[in-house]
């Protein structure tokens, strides 16, 4: 059981591949448009903690990522994901295990499909894949190619918009071990909002509902998440994030930060 901890503490922390205006969770339509990059440099840190009295255990763990998108297209883009992850079990003070390394790289392709510019209402289709490079014996990835999409709505106002995102994701394992405790297919619901507080100044809010991960009791994740995004130059965006669980298969709190240049 123990060399399965480290998969179900990244599973948990990444039970659905996200690229969006960081910290939230929720994608919006917007792409770069033709021959523009965007590069992101994120960061999170969670924590998670059981008690099965007399027993105390606490999951930790977190990434880095970098973050490139490209306009093939002023309505589609291409995002390239490379995570770097860790994982740590503490059973009372002493750690029981401890993995870290490079994770599995995720493709995307963003197609901005509609657009009625005079309800501000957009939509857009995004295909996933996720590309195996991280070592699946120490949990640090599936071992095998996985593939999602996800259908994105945003509508916008003079200082707020809204996000929705619904999406289907089939995760193939390379490990007996992972297909026993794992489920291949997860459903994910989501819903964002953006305020413009002051010109440089966004409040950002998301609540997402996912299928668990493990086949396990509980049905559901779920999490709330708030945020800010400081604009320090039309080009370059500074955020700082906390993300609530909702419900036990959750995980507790985690805590992020990036920053965004657009070039």
Request: proline share 4%; glycine share 8%; hydrophobic share 40%.
């Amino acid at each position: 059981m123990i060399k399965k901890l480290p998969v179900i503490i990244l599973a948990i922390l990444w039970s659905v591949p996200a690229f969006a205006a960081h910290p939230l969770m929720t994608d919006d339509t917007g792409t770069q448009g033709r021959g523009k990059f965007q590069l992101e440099l994120n960061g999170e840190h969670s924590t998670d903690h059981e008690l099965a009295d007399p027993i105390y255990t606490k999951e930790a763990g977190g990434s880095v990522a970098a973050t490139l998108t490209y306009g093939i297209t002023d309505d589609i883009d291409l995002v390239v994901d490379f995570p770097w992850q860790w994982s740590s079990l503490y059973d009372g003070a002493n750690i029981i295990a401890n993995d870290k390394g490079i994770s599995d790289t995720s493709i995307e392709l963003k197609w901005k499909f509609f657009e009625c510019k005079p309800h501000e209402l957009s939509l857009a289709l995004k295909p996933i894949v996720t590309i195996p490079t991280g070592d699946e014996q120490k949990g640090l990835g599936n071992g095998r190619l996985s593939e999602g999409v996800v259908l994105i709505a945003t509508k916008e106002w003079e200082n707020r918009a809204l996000h929705f995102n619904a999406g289907f994701f089939h995760n193939s394992y390379g490990l007996e071990q992972d297909k026993a405790t794992f489920k291949e297919n997860i459903w994910h619901t989501s819903l964002a909002a953006e305020v413009h507080m002051t010109e440089k100044l966004r409040a950002v809010a998301d609540f997402c509902i996912t299928s668990n991960t493990e086949k396990a009791p509980d049905p559901c994740q779920a999490f709330l998440l708030g945020g800010l995004i400081y604009s320090v130059a039309n080009d370059f965006d500074l955020d700082i994030g906390i993300k609530a669980g909702l419900n036990h298969a959750e995980t507790d709190k985690t805590i992020l930060a990036g920053l965004t240049a657009r070039f």
